[in-house]
C-alpha cells in the first residue's frame, strides 16, 4: 500500500496507541498537520510555543507511563523543543519529537528555517534519526518508540524532511524491531542478588534509597513489600516522590539539599545503602567523599553507566527494577533472618529521635504574612481525598512542595529534577491534563518560573484544560535570593521580580479565571474557589517574600552539615525599590 | 594509564560523531582514533586510544556500549594485543644529508615513497615507540611535513583457541 509519508506518520502513531500529541506547525510539516487535521483518533493540542509543547509530551508522559508525543517545525520550532529534551533526557522521561526539516535536497544549505537538527540534538536524546526516504519512515517511527520506551527510557528524536512528508512509499511497520547494538538487561545477575540478600541480613543500620527509575520501572508495589518484608526505611530523591507511599510509617521522605533531616542522617550515618532506581546525583549525595562513608553500597539499576559513576558500589545489580525486586525478595523469603528486623531496633530508636529532633515544620502566625508552606500543607488538606497530580516548577516552591505535599502513589508528581527547569510546571500539568481529563491536575509554581511559559494558560484555556495553579507569589527568584541572603550578604542582583504582572488580571486576559489571597485568612477560600471551578484557574498567593527553605545541605556540603533554619550570622539583603512608574502597591514587600 | 579501545560500530552517517561527541562532553581525552569498515561492510572498526584511571576506563566502557549504534566495545588493555601506526614523514635534504636519511629509514624498516631532489618522503609502521624514535631521529635533518594514521590494534589470539572454529562477534554480554 502507496501513502504519502504524512500519511504514514499518522498512521504509524495510531498503531503505537498515540491518542494525543503537542504541537505547532511550520512550513515543512504543514503536510503532516493538514492529514492529522483530517482524521479523529489522534487529537492534536496547539501550543503557544514549542517548549510548551515538548514539556507537556513530558508531562503525559510522566502521568501515563506512555511516551508522549511533540510535533514542531524546522529551524526554530526544533530549537524551542531543545530544553524539553535536554529535561527529558536528564529525567528519563520517554518522548517522541518530531522536527520538521527542509526538503532534502536543501539539506546543507543554509535553507530557509534550516538547522542541524539531528546534530543539536545529538547529546541531548537516547538516539535520533534523519528520515531520507520515506520508505524507511514506518521503520524508523517503530524504532524511535521502542527505543523511548525500552532500557532506560529517554528522548528520541525524528527529522522528517518536507519532501519525505510530500512523497509517498511503501507503509510498512513491523510488529517488532531488534537494534543489534541496543540490548537493554532486565534480568539482574543472580550472583550479586545472592550477594545483595547476604548483605542485607547483615546490616544492622540500612536504608533503601529510591530514585525515579521505581516509578519507570512501576515497581512500586515491589518497593513496597520488600520494604515491608524487611522493615527498612526508606529515603526517596526528589524524583521518586510517589513511588513508596510518603505517608507509611517506613519512609522519611526527602533525601537530598533540601530533604528531611532523618532521611539525611539515616542515609549518612548507615551501614547498607541499597540505592535502588537512582543515580546518586550531587543534589543527593552532598560532598561525594563524605557520602554515606561507613557503608556497603548495593545499587540497582537498568542503566549500567550509573554504577559506580559517582559513588563506589559494592553490590552492582544491572536489571529493571521490578524484575530485581521481585528475584531479591524471593531470595530474602528463601533464606529468613528472623532476627534482622529486631538488631535493628536500635537503628529505628536512634532514626526516630532524628525525626524528633528536626521535623518539617513551619510556624504560620494568624496576623503574619502567608507562609508558602502553609499554602502547600493547606492545598494538601483540601486535595488529598482527590488523589490529584501535581506539577511543580523550579526553585523554593518546588522544595515546599516535595517536602509538605505527600504523595502516596506514583505517577502523581510531575517535577523537573536533573535541569531544573523554571516553567515546566505548567505545560506539564497540562499535558498531565490532557491524559488524564477527568483528574484534579495541580500546579504549584513560582512567580518567576511561571512567567517562562505563562503564554500556554492559552493552551489551557482553548482546549478546556481546567489544571489549578497555584503561583507562591514572593516577587522574587527565591531561591536565588535565597543563596544571595545565605552565601552573598544579601546582595540581591537581579533576583527581584518587581510588582509586575499582576496574576488575577493576566488570567483573566486569558479567559481563565484569577483568584489572589494576601491575608492567611484568605486561603482556605480561594483554594476552596478554585477547586470549585471546572475552568483553568490561577491563584496568586502573596507569600512572605523573605521566607527561607530549610532544611539545606550547601553546595558540596556533607549530608549531615545541614542548615536547619536561618544562620545567626546571616545577612539580610535591602528591600528592593519597584521601578514600575507611578507605583508602589508593593505592600507585601513593606510589610 | 593509556588504554587502547576498539569500537565496533553501525557503519552510518553520525556515527562518528555520537562518539566523539561522548568524549568531549564527559570530558575524557581522545589521543589518537582511527576508523575504517570491517570485513561486513555495514559495520566500522574504531580504534580509540585514550587515558585515564579505571574509574574513568570503566565509565568509557560502559558509555560507549551505551551507544545505540555502537555494536561492541573491548578495552584492548585486558589482554594481549598488537598495534601499528604509519608515519608519512617528509624531510628536506641536502645533499650530504641524503644519505643519512635513507640510513635510518633503513633501520626502521621504512620506506621511500615520493622523492624530490630536495626532499624524502618515508613511510614507517610500528608500534608507537618505533614511530616515534624514527620521526625524532629525522627531525634533525629538516622535518617539513608529518602525517600519523593514529594507532591500529587487534587482541593476540590465545594460541589454545587458534585452532577452533572462527567465532562470530557479538555485543558485548552486559
Ligand atoms: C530556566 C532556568 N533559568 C534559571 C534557573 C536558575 N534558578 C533556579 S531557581 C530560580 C528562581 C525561581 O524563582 P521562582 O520561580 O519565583 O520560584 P521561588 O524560588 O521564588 O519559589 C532560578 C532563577 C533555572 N533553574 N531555570
Not at chain 1, 507511599?245 to 526527602?254: D, E, F, Q, R
Not at chain 1, 557503608?295 to 521490578?322: E, L, Q, Y
Not at chain 2, 576506563?57 to 588493555?77: G, T
Amino acid at each position: 500500500m502507496k501513502l504519502t509519508g504524512a500519511e504514514i506518520f499518522v498512521e504509524c502513531l495510531k498503531r503505537e496507541g498515540v491518542k494525543t500529541i503537542f504541537g505547532l506547525p511550520g512550513g515543512v510539516v504543514l503536510k503532516i498537520f493538514d492529514v492529522l487535521h483530517q482524521q479523529k483518533d489522534v487529537e492534536v493540542i496547539l501550543t503557544r510555543h514549542e517548549a510548551g509543547a515538548g514539556h507537556m509530551a513530558e508531562g503525559y508522559a510522566k502521568a501515563t507511563g506512555k511516551p508522549g508525543v511533540a510535533l514542531v517545525t524546522s529551524g526554530p520550532g526544533m530549537t524551542n523543543v531543545v530544553t524539553p529534551l535536554v529535561d527529558a533526557y536528564m529525567d528519563s522521561v520517554p518522548i517522541v519529537v518530531f522536527t520538521g526539516q527542509v526538503p532534502t535536497h536543501l539539506i546543507g544549505n543554509d535553507a530557509f528555517q534550516e538547522a542541524d537538527n539531528v546534530g543539536i540534538s545529538r547529546p541531548c536524546t537516547k538516539y535520533n534519526f534523519l528520515v531520507k526516504d520515506v520508505n524507511d519512515l514506518g521503520q524508523i517511527i517503530k524504532e524511535a518508540f521502542y527505543i523511548a520506551m525500552t532500557g532506560r527510557p529517554g528522548p528520541v528524536l525524528v527529522d522528517i524532511p518536507k519532501d519525505v512528508a510530500m512523497n509517498k512509499g511503501e507503509f510498512h511497520y513491523p510488529d517488532r524491531v531488534s537494534i543489534r547494538g541496543y540490548n537493554p538487561t532486565y534480568e539482574g545477575n543472580k550472583w550479586q542478588i545472592k550477594q545483595a540478600v547476604e548483605a542485607i541480613h547483615k546490616a544492622r543500620k540500612p536504608i533503601i534509597y529510591v530514585g525515579g527509575g521505581a516509578i519507570f520501572s512501576n515497581a512500586h508495589e515491589e518497593l513496597l513489600e520488600f520494604a515491608e518484608l524487611t522493615q527498612i526505611p526508606v529515603d526517596m530523591t526528589l524524583m521518586a516522590l510517589g513511588a513508596f507511599p510518603g505517608s507509611h510509617p517506613l519512609s522519611l521522605g526527602m533525601m537530598g539539599m533540601h530533604g528531611s533531616y532523618a532521611s539525611n542522617m539515616a542515609v549518612h550515618f548507615s551501614d547498607l545503602v541499597i540505592a535502588i532506581g537512582a543515580r546518586f546525583d550531587d543534589r543527593v549525595t552532598g560532598k561525594v567523599s563524605e557520602f554515606c562513608p561507613e557503608a556497603k553500597v548495593i545499587h540497582i539499576d537498568i542503566d549500567p553507566t550509573s554504577i559506580r559513576k559517582n559513588v563506589h558500589v559494592d553490590i552492582p545489580i544491572v536489571g529493571d527494577v521490578k524484575t530485581v525486586l521481585r528475584e531479591l525478595k524471593a531470595m530474602l523469603k528463601a533464606t529468613p533472618n528472623g532476627n534482622a528486623v529486631e538488631q535493628r531496633k536500635p537503628w529505628w530508636n536512634q532514626i526516630n529521635e532524628w525525626k524528633a529532633k528536626h521535623p518539617l515544620t513551619y510556624e504560620q502566625p494568624p496576623d503574619a504574612l502567608i507562609k508558602p508552606q502553609y499554602v502547600i500543607d493547606r492545598i494538601y488538606q483540601f486535595t488529598k481525598d482527590k488523589d490529584p497530580i501535581v506539577s511543580t516548577d523550579v526553585g523554593q516552591h518546588q522544595m515546599w512542595a516535595a517536602q509538605h505535599f505527600v504523595l502516596n502513589k506514583p505517577r502523581r508528581w510531575l517535577t523537573s529534577g536533573g535541569l531544573g527547569t523554571m516553567g515546566f510546571g505548567m505545560p506539564a500539568a497540562l499535558g498531565a491534563q490532557a491524559a488524564f481529563r477527568d483528574k484534579l491536575v495541580l500546579c504549584i509554581a513560582g512567580d518567576g518560573s511561571f512567567q517562562m511559559n505563562m503564554q500556554e494558560m492559552a493552551t489551557a484555556v482553548v482546549n478546556k484544560l481546567p489544571v489549578k495553579v497555584f503561583i507562591l507569589n514572593n516577587h522574587f527568584h527565591g531561591m536565588v535570593r535565597q543563596w544571595q541572603d545565605l552565601f552573598y550578604e544579601g546582595r540581591y542582583a537581579s533576583s527581584y521580580l518587581d510588582t509586575v504582572p499582576d496574576f488575577v488580571k493576566l488570567a483573566e486576559a486569558f479567559n481563565a479565571v484569577g483568584l489572589r489571597a494576601t491575608k492567611v485568612g484568605e486561603v482556605d477560600g480561594v483554594i476552596k474557589e478554585a477547586l470549585k471551578v471546572d475552568k483553568p484557574v490561577i491563584v496568586d498567593l502573596e507569600v512572605d517574600p523573605y521566607e527561607n527553605c530549610y532544611p539545606m545541605i550547601p553546595a558540596g556540603g556533607s549530608n549531615h552539615e545541614m542548615i536547619i533554619e536561618d544562620p545567626p550570622e546571616m545577612k539580610r539583603g535591602e528591600k528592593p525599590a519597584s521601578k514600575v512608574a507611578g507605583e508602589d502597591k508593593d505592600a507585601v514587600l513593606t510589610a | 594509564m593509556e588504554h587502547i579501545i576498539s569500537v565496533l560500530v553501525e557503519n552510518k552517517f553520525g556515527v562518528l560523531s555520537r562518539v566523539a561527541n561522548l568524549f568531549s562532553g564527559r570530558g575524557y581525552n581522545i589521543e589518537t582514533l582511527s576508523v575504517a569498515p570491517t570485513l561486513d561492510p555495514s559495520m566500522s572498526m574504531m580504534t580509540i586510544v585514550t587515558r585515564g584511571d579505571d574509574k574513568i576506563i570503566e565509565q568509557i566502557v560502559k558509555q560507549l556500549n551505551k551507544v545505540i549504534d555502537v555494536i561492541k566495545v573491548v578495552d584492548l588493555n585486558e589482554s594481549e594485543f598488537v598495534e601499528r601506526e604509519t608515519a608519512l614523514i617528509k624531510i628536506h635534504t641536502r645533499q650530504e644529508d641524503r644519505a643519512e636519511a635513507l640510513r635510518i629509514a633503513d633501520i626502521f624498516r621504512g620506506k621511500v615513497v615520493d622523492s624530490t631532489p630536495t626532499t624524502y618522503t618515508i613511510e614507517v609502521t610500528g608500534d608507537v615507540r618505533k614511530v616515534e624514535a624514527c620521526i625524532n631521529l629525522l627531525q634533525p635533518l629538516g622535518l617539513k611535513d608529518l602525517v600519523r594514521t593514529g594507532r591500529v590494534a587487534i587482541a593476540r589470539e590465545p594460541v589454545r583457541q587458534a585452532a577452533a572454529q572462527p567465532k562470530r562477534i557479538l555485543k558485548e554480554e552486559k
